[in-house]
């Protein structure tokens, strides 16, 4: 099995995934911001040509920084990130989905129409008109996320999981990116304090530890 990852948030999630569990695979590190991802070799193996990219050991793939971690939950159940009881597993799934779109898929066009244009516009649909308010929705996903930890630890209840690791690695992204999270939201900020206060937040921060340049 190999791991093919690169800057950015979604690699960034599979990274702590591991990091959480403690999972060592093989890994090798793309450049996407040379377009490595995009040359033709690598489009027809991937054609989505994203980062990351699981190769298995008969040469398959899984793409979908979500998709490989529901796969390595269920190669290495323990510690479980996605729950350990059906009911806990479809929390963790509910705020994933939560996340994905309140906040993860307005924060990637928002940033890839604006800030990110140059890299992104001979790369895929970039809509600049729409930056503004696809910021906008961002916010407002981020003020959801504030709701959703008032009261209790984490995004799916008390125990931490997935939906916890996409919410931190978008909004680290964010704060990178001018679409941070105001200091107003303070129930985010007390989860977010606890989250980066987990080995995995750092051991995940630099995509080129532990691969030989
Ligand atoms: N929905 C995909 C998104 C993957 C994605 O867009 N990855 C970014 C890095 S965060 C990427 O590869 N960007 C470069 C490109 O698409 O050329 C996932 O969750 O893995």
Redesign the pocket.
């Known amino acids: 099995m190999k791991l093919y990852q ?1 800057v ?4 960034r999630v599979v990274l702590f995934f591991l990091a959480e569990k403690g999972i060592e695979i093989a890994r090798e590190f793309v450049d ?1 911001r040379a377009g490595d ?2 040359a033709p070799a690598w489009l027809a193996r991937n054609p989505r ?4 990219l699981l190769e298995l050991d008969d040469g398959s793939l899984i ?4 998709a490989i971690c529901e796969y390595l939950e269920e190669l290495h159940p323990d510690t479980p990130l996605i729950g350990a009881t059906v009911e806990a597993r479809a929390a963790t799934r509910s705020a994933l989905r939560y996340i994905d779109h309140s906040l993860v898929c307005p924060m990637t066009n928002g940033f890839r129409s604006a800030e990110g244009l140059e890299m992104f516009q001979d ?1 895929m649909l970039c809509v600049p008109e729409a930056a503004a308010g696809n910021k906008a929705y961002a916010q407002e996903g981020l003020a959801r996320a504030d709701r959703m930890v008032s009261g209790r630890p984490y995004l799916a209840g008390e125990a931490f999981s997935l939906a916890d690791i996409v919410l931190f690695c978008w909004s680290e992204f964010g704060a990178m990116v001018g679409q941070a999270a105001p200091e107003a939201l303070t129930h985010f900020h007390d989860w977010r304090a606890r989250v980066a206060a987990r080995p995995a937040a750092s051991a995940s921060a630099d995509p080129k530890i532990g691969i030989d340049a």
Do not use: D
């Not at 950015?8 to 690699?11: S, T």
């Not at 040509?49 to 990351?52: K, L, S």
């Not at 793409?63 to 979500?66: I, K, P, V, W």
């Open positions: 690169s950015g948030p979604n690699p996407i991802n995009r040509g994203a980062m990351p793409g979908e920084s979500t790369r």
